[in-house]
T-cell receptor
Framework: GAVVSQHPSRVICKSGTSVKIECRSLDFQATTMFWYRQFPKQSLMLMATSNEGSKATYEQGVEKDKFLINHASLTLSTLTVTSAHPEDSSFYIC????????????FGSGTRLTVV | SQQGEEDPQALSIQEGENATMNCSYKTSINNLQWYRQNSGRGLVHLILIRSNEREKHSGRLRVTLDTSKKSSSLLITASRAADTASYFCATDRGNTGKLIFGQGTTLQVKP
């Protein structure tokens, strides 16, 4: 089946630094990937839709300058948390569909970001 | 924004018992999906039910959908300790491909 690899699984960074999270579709091409954020014991909140070769579309309330998304190829999307602060600490998860007309989504294993 | 509510928020049962989780949503849908998440991990797709379907089975899973009430339920029969996880329903937002998740139910199955 379709596999989405997300890296790193855990990262600790200092306040003010930037962190990049990668999401790769291993055995299929994904023109669209989605980024979610999850706080402890809460649900997933959609942050943005990453589109290959074009700008990402962000959900209302998500700072596009803080969460930079790049989808440079059909198999790779990256989320960069810029100038991270402790309140950015969270679990970030990406997902992708194998086909545009497919209803099934494959999720990465998530990245636990801790900003100290 | 969240699509809707799930209840219960937490459920604790003994191994062998059945677990039922409910999900409500607000807008019209093309389909509704259920996902499972083990603690601190990614999500695993369990089952999808289309808007023109009322019930679907997959192994020990049974999903129902009532579009008139904008609600769905997930039944796990003969639960096992390994079923301990959080379960989320998710709906697509129109034809955007965006999945919007419910609040989730945390299920604990005691051996």
């Amino acid at each position: 089946g379709a596999v989405v690899s997300q890296h790193p699984s855990r990262v600790i960074c200092k306040s003010g630094t930037s962190v990049k999270i990668e999401c790769r579709s291993l055995d299929f091409q994904a023109t669209t990937m989605f980024w979610y954020r999850q706080f402890p014991k809460q649900s997933l909140m959609l942050m943005a839709t990453s589109n290959e070769g074009s700008k990402a579309t962000y959900e209302q309330g998500v700072e596009k300058d803080k969460f930079l998304i790049n989808h440079a190829s059909l198999t790779l999307s990256t989320l960069t948390v810029t100038s991270a602060h402790p309140e950015d600490s969270s679990f970030y998860i990406c997902s992708a569909r194998e086909r545009v007309d497919s209803y099934g989504y494959t999720f990465g294993s998530g990245t636990r970001l801790t900003v100290v | 924004s969240q699509q809707g509510e799930e209840d219960p928020q937490a459920l604790s049962i003994q191994e062998g018992e059945n677990a039922t989780m409910n999900c409500s949503y607000k807008t019209s849908i093309n389909n509704l999906q259920w996902y499972r998440q083990n603690s601190g991990r990614g999500l695993v797709h369990l089952i999808l039910i289309r808007s023109n379907e009322r019930e679907k089975h997959s192994g020990r899973l049974r999903v129902t959908l009532d579009t008139s009430k904008k609600s769905s339920s997930l039944l796990i029969t003969a639960s096992r300790a390994a079923d301990t996880a959080s379960y989320f329903c998710a709906t697509d937002r129109g034809n955007t491909g965006k999945l919007i998740f419910g609040q989730g139910t945390t299920l604990q199955v005691k051996p």
